[in-house]
């Protein structure tokens, strides 16, 4: 990229890019999205371990699988 044009691209880049605060606001959303889904994960372990009844082994099988179908839905939600 040379001449004015370049310069030109490097303006409009410039412009566009993301402010600080911006950034700092979708850090402590994603934060706070973690630390929801790990207070779940907690909370259904606990459940299915001392109310279902099923064993430690079966439940983080089953947590896993929770992970996996909420990765997925994440994804799909995303891409569309």
């Known amino acids: 990229m040379s001449g004015k044009g370049g310069v030109k ?3 409009e880049a410039a412009a566009d890019r993301i402010s600080v ?5 979708y850090g402590c959303g994603d934060t706070a ?3 929801v889904y790990g207070m779940i994960s907690s909370l259904m372990t ?3 371990t ?3 009844g099923i064993s430690p082994i ?3 099988l089953a947590e896993r699988e929770f992970a996996e ?3 997925k839905t994440y994804d799909r ?3 569309i």
């Open 9 to 11: 691209l490097l303006k």
């Open 21 to 25: 605060g911006t950034r700092i606001a």
């Open 33 to 35: 999205c973690n630390i």
């Open 46 to 48: 606990l459940f299915y």
């Open 50 to 52: 001392d109310y279902a």
């Open 58 to 60: 079966t439940a983080d």
């Open 69 to 71: 179908i909420s990765e």
């Open 77 to 79: 939600e995303v891409k």
